[in-house]
Nanobody, 127 residues
Framework: QARLVESGGGSVQAGGSLRLSCEVPGHTYSINCMAWFRQAPGKEREGVAAIGTGGRSTYYADSVKGRFTISQDNAQDVVYLQMNSLKPEDTALYYC????????????????????WGRGTQVTVSS
C-alpha cells in the first residue's frame, strides 16, 4: 500500500509556527481516522492530534491543546497540522498515520490502531 508522505517540517524559534502536510498520492485515505504522532529521541511515540468521522471529530494531546490544529482536505487527500506557539519541547520527528476505522479508536492516541505510516518530518524548535 502507498505510504503517507509528510512535509512542512523545519527549524523555528520558540513562538514560531509551522504547518505540516500529509498526503497519500492517488488514494482517498482521509475518510478514515487520520492522526499525527511525534517521537523525540529516547522517548516513546506519542499521539499529538487526530481527526475522524469525516472530519467532525478532533482530538488533541493536552500538551498541544490551544496551539495545534488538525484539519483535512478530502478533495485533495491531505491532512494538515497547524502548529503555533511552538516550544522547544515540541521538537521531534512528526509522523502521519491512517487508521482502519471511520472514527478514531482511543481518541487516536494509540500507535497500535494505525497501520499505514509516513516516514516522518523533523520539527526542531530552538529557545
Amino acid at each position: 500500500q502507498a505510504r503517507l508522505v509528510e512535509s512542512g517540517g523545519g527549524s523555528v524559534q520558540a513562538g514560531g509556527s509551522l504547518r505540516l502536510s500529509c498526503e497519500v498520492p492517488g488514494h482517498t485515505y482521509s475518510i478514515n481516522c487520520m492522526a499525527w504522532f511525534r517521537q523525540a529521541p529516547g522517548k516513546e511515540r506519542e499521539g499529538v492530534a487526530a481527526i475522524g468521522t469525516g472530519g467532525r471529530s478532533t482530538y488533541y494531546a493536552d500538551s498541544v491543546k490551544g496551539r495545534f490544529t488538525i484539519s483535512q482536505d478530502n478533495a485533495q487527500d491531505v491532512v494538515y497540522l497547524q502548529m503555533n506557539s511552538l516550544k522547544p519541547e515540541d521538537t521531534a520527528l512528526y509522523y502521519c498515520a491512517r487508521g482502519e476505522t471511520y472514527s478514531c479508536k482511543n481518541d487516536g492516541t494509540s500507535p497500535a490502531d494505525f497501520r499505514i505510516w509516513g516516514r516522518g518530518t523533523q520539527v526542531t524548535v530552538s529557545s
